[in-house]
């Protein structure tokens, strides 16, 4: 199946995230337009007539009158309102037969529901924590979790709602920080235990996947002021402050750890039928035993020209995979999946 013209769906970001004001994270997920700007160009550097398309309420319109011109769609859209957005893009392209990247629309549902996620983990023997979900600040903690707690919103991707505040030591931080999500994002807030281990990011392309190297981020270079694991605050100006050492990629593990990362990483895949292209977050404990975070679909893809730091750009640079190309990749083993 030979690609010649391709649809780029995306959201744009009008407002940059603030940690001390959770009103401004709601378009975290989202892209400034610069990085729109740079992802259209190398699209069509590759030779493709591109269709830029805000994935806003007047998509599926746009998406309907371009439908029999439109010979697959680079999806990272992340939807628009309520706890199910990121389905809505790709549950209207299979109701429109148009081919696309990325997961299904029941996977992106699962994926954001980090309650859900974990519940199909658990299913299936994935390491994942224990977890509790607050609907309100007032309910009572479960006896099967201990302080110190990470609290963070349950369907947020981007470190939204994870900042130094983040994690509760006790009652009254407890719920300060659930309130603060519940009624910031409109959604409830997950707790599960938190973890002082190592952490790690895990890019995986193609189908079957293949793993990217893995990213390592070593807290031990972050200033007093951050806490050691990362959060909007880390993500979103320490490591764009040029901070190269931080991401360790590939990251300096064992053979063992690195076998134990890997099969999690696998199970994730097909536990919840990942397609294409995905990033595990992962964190160990004290005893180094790893423990799978979250997924991260679609992963941001952000270009050299805007940031060096974004994460999977990064590993594929790494593993001598330059943008353009890995743009190429990615459309590539979406269009095999449609032969």
Not at 95 to 114: F, N, V, W
Request: aromatic share 10%; proline share 7%; with cysteine.
């Amino acid at each position: 199946m030979k690609i010649k013209t391709v649809v780029f769906l995306y959201n744009v970001r009008h407002i940059y995230p603030d940690p001390n004001d959770y009103r401004n994270q709601i378009e975290g997920d989202f892209d400034d337009p610069i990085t729109i700007k740079w992802q259209i160009k190398h699209l069509r550097n590759l030779g493709f007539k591109v269709y830029p398309i805000e994935a806003d309420e007047k998509a599926y319109f746009k998406l309907y009158r371009l439908r029999k011109k439109i010979d697959l769609v680079f999806n990272i859209a992340e939807g628009l309102h309520g706890k199910d957005r990121e389905l809505q893009i790709p549950a209207i392209l299979e109701m429109l037969k148009i081919p696309y990247t990325g997961c299904s629309p029941l996977t992106q549902g699962l994926i954001l529901d980090k309650a859900k996620a974990k519940e199909i983990f658990i299913k299936n023997k994935i390491p994942t924590l224990p977890f509790q979900i607050f609907k309100s600040e007032k309910q009572l903690l479960e006896k099967k979790l201990e302080f110190p707690l990470f609290v963070k919103p349950v369907a947020e991707g981007s470190s939204m709602g994870i900042t130094n505040e983040s994690v509760a030591y006790d009652i009254k931080e407890l719920k300060k920080q659930t309130k603060k999500i519940i009624n910031v994002f409109k959604e409830p807030a997950l707790l599960e235990p938190y973890l002082e281990g190592r952490e790690f990011s895990v890019a995986m392309l193609g189908n079957p996947p293949v793993i990217l190297p893995i990213i390592e981020s070593n807290h031990q270079l972050l200033p007093k002021k951050y806490r050691p694991f990362d959060s909007l605050e880390v993500k979103w100006y320490f490591e764009e402050q040029g901070h190269a050492d931080y991401l360790i990629c590939p990251a300096k593990i064992d053979k063992r750890l690195e076998k134990k990362i890997k099969n999690i990483c696998f199970d994730v895949w097909d536990s919840l039928d990942v397609l294409d292209w995905c990033r595990i977050d992962i964190r160990c404990d004290k005893k180094g035993n790893p423990y799978v975070l979250e997924i991260n679909s679609p992963p941001g893809i952000i270009p050299p020209e805007v940031s060096t730091a974004s994460y999977f750009p990064l590993v594929a640079r790494k593993a001598g995979i330059e943008y353009e190309n890995l743009l190429l990749k990615i459309i590539e083993t979406a269009i095999k999946r449609y032969g």
